[in-house]
């Protein structure tokens, strides 16, 4: 039941799919078109329907942003800037928020700071440092598959050795070693500018998620088949700038690279990622693009299912009340292995931690499987039933 | 096979499916006058306070009985004829049985208050959805409220009339909150949290007389001392029975006493016929008390071994090591083994960490460790329950402790900082 004065209505209408999460909602999808609809862009002609509504053009966006944005040198300020701006702003307190609401939590106190760092300063002040000396805007926070153009043997050819070999490190070697080690939480929940939003700003609508089976059987289907989508994309990107591969303009052959490329950059980075992943946090919960599409939790969560992470249940402790489940944002029925006794690692799994934490019966943990866990028990002592008659729980309980 | 269930809780619902792993032809009914699907009891609360929806509080997602082909009919069942093994339901119709489970559950203790007899709104208790259904109805016109009652139901009810700024005052009969499972020393500090959040908690306090208004909604309470509390809703939360009162009404009924009287196997002294759950009243030969446990986990256990003794194994129903967990408000509690029935001035090994809601309190009998009562720290209930089976001495427990840590990441509690005090177990209840 929802608080009775008219804060309670609104708060409870807004995380509810009420009215004003619908606004929020719309509000935040003509946001995303403007950002996107830039000159040239795919977006452009739909963002000129409202610019014709508000006598603005298409380019007045990065206008806005050099007036909102004005400590800034007007040369590094454009659209981009800003968005990435408001993004840290709303990082910054909703994580504030999350760790002031789990102040007594630890891991979630630990978690949130380094995602705010990282989003602060990986996801906005180092590219814009970077820009300022004169060099390229590289995000260190982001590795393949969310950015293969910094694999395009043109991209490596004009770049500091340095960075090209951060690049390669990165994805190759640092992405699956820490996955293994502690699961895909270390990047979707700790580093990843989308999870770091959905985890701070998105904290409201997390458990609006979708707990069916039928959406599980949906999210395998679908983030397979956009990781899938991917490395066909990075192949187009490569091949063309292979040696020996001369790829001329008019062939059938270019015309079917190109427009996959361009295929995967309006829909799935731009539309799925940039706009629906966050327009709908009132509607479908924060993770709806890290649950179904992101190619790297994809591939990640199959690195995960073969790691040291996982969910640990204590036996026979919990009381099926549903609150992992309701508060999971990556819409895993959490209950339904609590309840089972099965501690478990599911793939879509982001290590967030809000189950353990909303959990009253203190039987979830997250944890690091190691092989000389202290807590595995041994079957002598579940077997020995002495103690039965020294002090016999024979008697009424309540 | 023909077998019907009456009570869609825990008990039931786990007896059917267990049934329905051991026989995949059996024909397998749940009637229920509660709701059309099994909910979580214990997260009526949740409910309460906007953290849930109802439709969140099922455990299991509806297509299961589907799939799993458990009828589930919602209707009160009202009368059973042994002999042809039929019983009745309340929109008249029969449904025969070759077995059939009791798993009816427990309701709320209600004692004959002065005043109580004209009440025709405003009292409350917390355990059906009925009842949810009373208090949000009556939250809406509610500024103040009394709960009666210092158990875990109490405390629950308490939380959630403050979280909707219902001016909450608890009467405990007793001298410190709970004293069936806390010690003294937790329960000073968890009424000292109770305060902190706002409650009026009133110990060694009881309700003597209850009045209402005009329109028989409850409109204050008096209490021993002579004070009259204004309320406009009283909450009743001084424990539960097995619920049997509409059993008695039945021509043929199982042997009854405070619950339904079963053996060992949970079978009653109908042939055929089972209960289990809160509603079970287990008499073991040899032994004088019967065992009646009314918690979730052995409503599970108990309705898992009817699943299946339905199909003749005649498993003997053995509580094991004794463990239960709950929350008041932030203070989270654990406990294994015998702590309230442990002998009065059971030496313990007691830690509490100043400045904060966390004990730890180890109870041995000077040779070896018989129990554990663990509160705002996460414990491994496995982990106690293995050093218990092992006989560990308290010292070694006291020295192993932290491997039965079950702390979030980064947030293990710092036990080391702090020595523990070798205090004897306070037991003030009659």
């Known amino acids: ?398 | 096979m023909n077998i019907v269930i009456i009570g869609n809780g825990v008990a039931g619902i786990t007896c059917a499916q267990v049934a329905r792993q051991r026989d995949a032809d059996a024909r397998i009914t749940v009637v229920s006058g509660e709701t059309d699907y099994f909910f979580s009891r214990t997260a009526l609360m949740y409910s309460y306070m906007d953290l849930m929806s109802r439709r969140d509080l099922e455990p299991m997602e509806r297509s299961v009985y589907r799939k799993q082909r458990i009828d589930l009919v919602r209707d009160w069942v009202v009368d059973m004829d042994a002999s042809a093994s039929t019983v009745k339901l309340g929109s008249g119709s029969t449904l025969p049985y070759d077995k059939l489970v009791f798993a009816v559950g427990a309701s709320p203790n209600m004692f004959p208050w002065k005043g109580a007899d004209q009440i025709k709104d405003g009292k409350v208790h917390f355990v059906s959805m009925q009842d949810l259904d009373d208090c949000e109805r009556l939250t809406k016109t509610s500024k103040q409220a009394v709960v009666v009652g210092g158990g875990l139901i109490g405390i629950e009810l308490v939380e959630c009339l403050l979280h909707h700024g219902v001016k909450t005052t608890f009467l405990i009969r007793e001298p410190y909150y709970w004293p069936m499972a806390l010690g003294r020393e937790e329960a000073d500090y968890v009424t000292e949290h109770m305060r902190h959040h706002g409650v009026d908690v009133r110990l060694e306090e009881e309700m003597t007389q209850i009045q209402v208004d005009a329109a028989g909604r409850v409109s204050g309470v008096v209490t021993n001392t002579g004070e009259t509390l204004p309320c406009q809703m009283l909450g009743i939360a001084a424990g539960v029975k097995p619920n049997v009162e509409r059993i008695k009404a039945f021509a043929d009924a199982p042997e009854l006493g405070r619950g339904i009287k079963v053996g060992p196997t949970l079978e009653t002294n109908l042939p055929g016929v089972f209960a289990c759950g809160d509603c079970a009243e287990i008499h073991y030969p040899g032994q004088e008390r019967p065992l009646t446990e009314l918690i979730w986990y052995s409503a599970k256990r108990q309705g898992a071994l009817v699943g299946g003794n339905l199909f003749g194994d005649a498993a003997e129903y053995a509580p094991p090591l004794f463990f239960n967990s709950s929350k008041f408000f932030e203070v989270e509690y654990t406990t294994v083994g015998s702590v309230m029935d442990a002998p009065d001035n059971a030496p313990t090994l007691y830690r509490k960490l100043p400045g904060k809601y966390m004990s730890q309190r180890i109870v041995h009998d000077g040779e070896r460790v018989i129990g554990f009562n663990m509160l705002g720290s996460r414990w491994n209930h496995e982990i106690l329950e293995r050093w218990i089976h092992e006989r560990r001495s308290a010292e070694w427990v006291e020295k192993n402790l932290r491997s039965a840590q079950y702390d979030v990441e980064f947030g293990r509690a710092p036990l080391h900082k702090h020595d523990v005090q070798a205090m004897p177990l306070n037991k003030e209840w009659p």
């Open chain 1, 1 to 398: 039941m929802r608080r009775q004065n008219a804060a309670g209505w609104l708060l409870h209408d807004v995380k509810n799919r009420g009215v004003t999460a619908w606004l929020l909602f719309a509000a935040l999808t003509i946001f995303y078109i403007l950002i996107y609809g830039y000159r040239g862009g795919a977006m452009e002609p739909i963002a000129n329907v409202f610019h014709g509504l508000m006598g603005t053009t298409s380019s007045s966006p990065d206008q806005w942003a050099k007036t909102l944005i004005f400590f800034l040198p007007e040369n590094l300020v454009d659209r981009w800037t800003l968005y990435g701006f408001l993004y840290s702003v709303a990082v910054c307190t909703g994580g504030g928020w999350v760790i002031w609401k789990y102040r007594h939590n630890r891991y979630q106190i630990v978690r949130t700071s380094v995602v705010i760092f990282v989003q602060v300063a990986f996801g906005f002040s180092i590219p814009h440092i970077l820009k300022f000396f004169q060099q390229p805007d590289y995000y260190f926070s982001y590795f393949w598959p969310l950015k293969f153009e910094y694999f395009q043997p043109s991209y490596i050819a004009s770049h500091p050795g340095w960075l090209v070999f951060y690049t390669f490190a990165g994805s190759l070697v640092l992405v699956p070693v820490m996955t293994v080690l502690f699961g895909k939480r270390w990047y979707c929940s700790w580093v990843c500018g989308c999870g770091g939003l959905a985890n701070t700003f998105g904290e409201p609508w997390r458990h609006l998620s979708t707990k069916s089976s039928w959406s599980w059987k949906f999210e395998k289907v679908s983030i397979h088949t956009v990781l899938a989508l991917s490395v066909v994309t990075t192949a187009m990107w490569i091949v063309p700038s292979l040696p020996g591969v001369n790829l001329v303009e008019g062939t059938t052959a270019y015309a079917v690279i190109t427009w996959v490329r361009s295929a995967y950059a309006l829909v799935v980075v731009t539309v799925l990622c940039g706009m629906a992943g966050t327009a709908l946090y009132p509607i479908g919960g924060t993770r709806v693009w890290c649950r179904f599409a992101c190619p790297m939790a994809a591939m990640i969560g199959l690195m995960q299912k073969f790691g040291r992470y996982r969910i640990r249940v204590k036996r026979d402790m919990c009381i099926s009340c549903g609150m992992c489940s309701k508060y999971c944002e990556m819409g895993i029925d959490v209950r339904a292995y609590a309840q089972a006794n099965f501690s478990f690692t599911r793939a879509s799994c982001v290590g967030c931690g809000l189950c353990a934490e909303v959990c009253p019966r203190g039987v979830l943990r997250l944890e690091n499987v190691s092989r000389k866990d202290p807590q595995e028990l041994n079957m002598t002592a579940l077997v020995d039933e002495s103690w039965k008659g020294q002090h016999s729980s024979v008697g009424s309980r309540t």
